[in-house]
């Protein structure tokens, strides 16, 4: 926990100071491993500015909230039943006014995050298959259809054929155009059809499919099940935590063989499948004598237009009119890892440092569109010449400072032109110290289920084969997909390099999205010789031999989806069971915060996959439920939540939990002769 300092003028942005109220704020170099972040946290202070790591300082969790079991579902509460002593000694006799007992209250909560997850990562999805529609009517001229052939092997999925028989017995290819109109009509459908399941759950593994219709747990539609679950949680309804988690399940798997893979696919169709690509992370990406644009959020849809309006020559050009070398365009959280992995853009940094980028001095526009935004950079850009500037509809800030200019789809060019103009004018306004810190890394981003497939499919036998054989040979011991946020309540990145240091050590190979991804970036871990330094000898021969990192950036939060789909292509490759749950695999999410973290987790776990979640989790105040999603899960769907807050614990569960799958593989032994040929070979060149 980060030591307290105290400075004698820190202050909201906006608000004089009260000498006689000195506020608590954080020691830089305890709440953040990463360098440029430190440099950062201490340039505010100095400003007088505070950040969300002084903040978290000065206000504290409430001790009962955190344990789950606060219920404010009706105007009879809150009801608050903290875990006591007793509770866990004797019956629990815990109960809120109308006798909610605190599993029902912590399920209850529980599903609710699930929902708005789940509603977060589908309505994105859902924004994207409507931009889809309108290209497909020819109603969009700005979008294209950029990758036809990932177009024609979804399409398939939905039920859409991709070709036509004449009547005289020829096969012919159907018009693009015509199946992308049937495949946009289908998709657009999942949010709201009124009979039958999700297409795409059939995407999944035979035995995963059969499980969850044995559960009953088929998402109808993406809507749904998400309406459900307001329903279900209002005051007097669904009283039965298992029954609560079972639509949990449901809304959940929605969302990952649904809406945030719907949203990946099309987004895919519409900007290109990512391939590997060479890029740099961290604030020292930004640029003094370029205008600098910071676009955060999670949807690409503008922002693949403000890349191709910032890299166009008419752009370029306007900005060296007004005295700068040219445009800088930066990433923060999920839209940052969008355009990286599509054009290889640089993240400036995770999902806590958006305040720092505009505290350089040298931010000309943020932009910003959905999801994981705080309100307080308006009061950060406050200070400094920044335009933060709002672009969806359904996401504007208070302040009046904060300029909304409303993206549309069907002028989409037009728009992310007006934006970076704005930026460009707004160059020469920079008006305090500008201070960018140095610090920044290589990586290669951009990896997928198709580029795996590329690196590591056998030559001869395509696929995931290679990958499977060296699992099965044992010099990669296992998968581990570490993804998610960061977390004010714990040190800015430390647990999300310290579990994937110690996963590639012991030759777990890493798949990484959203925050984590860009952390990984940022510590250079996203480099084919990292391999050497920090994998053990089996994984690092396998990176050395195909030439990729040890940790694969897979993107954003919505290509989770990605994982599921690289996980079904491990097991039909053969050799290492029949469904995910028998994969030595595991999942983390070491420094999560938001609701979407808890919707991932859950279908993470219903596909089979144990997930460990670090920094706090949200039912330990109802051990009855938390026991059920720890333990009982697994009976059903094969995979389970676990919790630990201490990454190297964290990681050696995840790495327990591979070789107890390995074992029950068979393929125990094979990793034991493979660490023999390494010793037998290091002796050989001692
Ligand atoms: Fe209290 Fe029950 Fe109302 Fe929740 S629903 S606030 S437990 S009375
Ligand atoms: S951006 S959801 S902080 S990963 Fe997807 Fe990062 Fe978590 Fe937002």
Not at 355 to 366: F, H, S
Not at 497 to 526: P, Q, R, Y
Not at 660 to 667: Q, V, Y
Request: hydrophobic share 40%; glycine share 10%; net charge negative.
């Amino acid at each position: 926990m980060a030591e307290e300092t105290k400075l004698k003028k820190v202050v909201v942005a906006d608000k004089e100071p009260k000498a006689e109220k000195a506020a608590k704020v954080a020691d830089p170099v305890g709440a953040s491993i990463d360098i440029a972040t430190q440099q950062m946290i201490k340039r505010a202070q100095e400003l007088g500015i505070d950040t969300v790591f002084d903040r978290a300082e000065a206000m504290k969790p409430c001790n009962i909230g955190i344990q789950g079991t606060c219920c404010k579902n009706c105007a009879m509460g809150p009801c608050r039943l903290p875990l006591t002593k007793s509770a866990g000694d004797g019956p629990d006799e815990r109960k809120g006014l109308c006798g909610a007992t605190a599993n029902t209250i912590a399920a209850r909560n529980f599903i609710r995050m699930i929902a708005g997850g789940a509603a977060a990562h589908s309505d994105h999805g859902r924004g994207v298959a409507e931009v889809f529609m309108a290209v497909a009517q020819g109603e969009s001229h700005d979008y294209k259809i950029k990758d036809v052939n990932k177009l024609l092997a979804i399409a398939p999925h939905y039920g859409v054929e991709t070709t036509v028989k004449t009547e005289d017995g020829q096969v012919l290819d159907r018009d693009v155009n015509e199946i992308a109109l049937e495949v946009a009509q289908k998709a657009l459908d999942e949010w709201g059809k009124a009979e039958g399941e999700l297409f795409y759950l059939k995407r999944a593994p035979q035995p995963l499919y059969e499980k969850w219709k044995k559960a009953g747990v088929l998402p109808r539609n993406i809507d749904r099940e998400i309406v459900e679950i307001m329903h279900r949680t209002h005051m007097g309804v669904d009283q039965d935590y298992k029954n609560l988690i079972k639509q949990g399940t449901r809304a959940a798997l929605a969302d990952g063989w649904g809406g945030s893979m719907i949203a990946t696919d099309l987004q895919d169709v519409l900007f290109g499948t990512p391939y590997p690509l060479q890029s740099e992370a961290n604030l020292g990406i930004m640029k003094e004598d370029h205008v600098n644009i910071i676009i955060h959020g999670h949807e690409p849809i503008l922002s693949e237009m403000i890349v191709a309006a910032a890299q166009s020559q008419e752009m370029i050009d306007y900005a060296k009119s007004v005295g700068a070398k040219g445009i800088q365009l930066g990433g923060i959280c999920c839209t940052g890892n969008e355009i990286l992995q599509r054009h290889g853009v640089p993240p400036a940094g995770t999902y806590l440092q958006q305040e720092l980028a505009i505290i350089t001095g040298a931010c000309d526009a943020m932009v910003v569109d959905i999801q994981c935004v705080f309100q307080n950079l308006a009061n950060v850009a406050k200070c400094f010449h920044t335009k933060l500037i709002t672009t969806h509809r359904i996401a504007r800030m208070e302040q009046e400072n904060v300029i909304h200019i409303e993206f549309d789809e069907h002028h989409a060019m037009e728009d992310a032109q007006r934006i970076v103009k704005m930026a460009i004018e707004n160059f020469k306004n920079r008006k305090a110290e500008v201070m960018i810190p140095r610090t920044k890394a290589t990586q290669i981003a951009g990896f997928g289920v198709e580029s795996i497939r590329y690196h590591l499919g056998g030559t001869f036998r395509g696929d995931y084969y290679t990958l499977n054989d060296n699992i099965i040979n044992g010099r990669i011991r296992g998968i581990a997909g570490v993804v998610g946020c960061n977390n004010a309540r714990t040190r800015h990145n430390e647990a999300h390099i310290t579990i994937v240091k110690e996963l590639i050590k012991n030759d777990v190979i890493v798949l990484t999205t959203g925050c984590n991804g860009i952390a990984c970036a940022m510590e250079g871990l996203l480099t084919p010789e990292t391999a050497a330094v920090f994998c053990g000898p089996g994984l690092a021969e396998v990176c050395e031999t195909v030439g990729i990192p040890p940790v694969l950036h897979m993107g954003s939060c919505v290509d989770n989806s990605r994982i599921l789909l690289a996980a079904t292509e491990v097991v039909k490759a053969g050799g290492l069971g029949n469904d995910i749950c028998d994969l030595p695999a595991a999942g983390s999410a070491p420094e999560w915060m938001s609701e979407k973290a808890i919707s991932i987790g859950q279908y993470f776990v219903a596909s089979g996959v144990y997930t460990v979640f670090g920094v706090t989790f949200p039912t330990s105040g109802a051990p009855v439920f938390q026991n059920y999603l720890f333990n009982e899960l697994e009976k059903i769907y094969g995979g389970k939540w676990d919790f630990e807050p201490d990454p190297i614990k964290h990681a050696h569960k995840m790495i327990a939990h591979i070789d107890k799958k390995r074992k029950a593989l068979g393929i125990d032994k094979a990793r034991e002769r493979v660490l023999m040929d390494m010793a037998d070979r290091m002796k050989l060149s001692a």
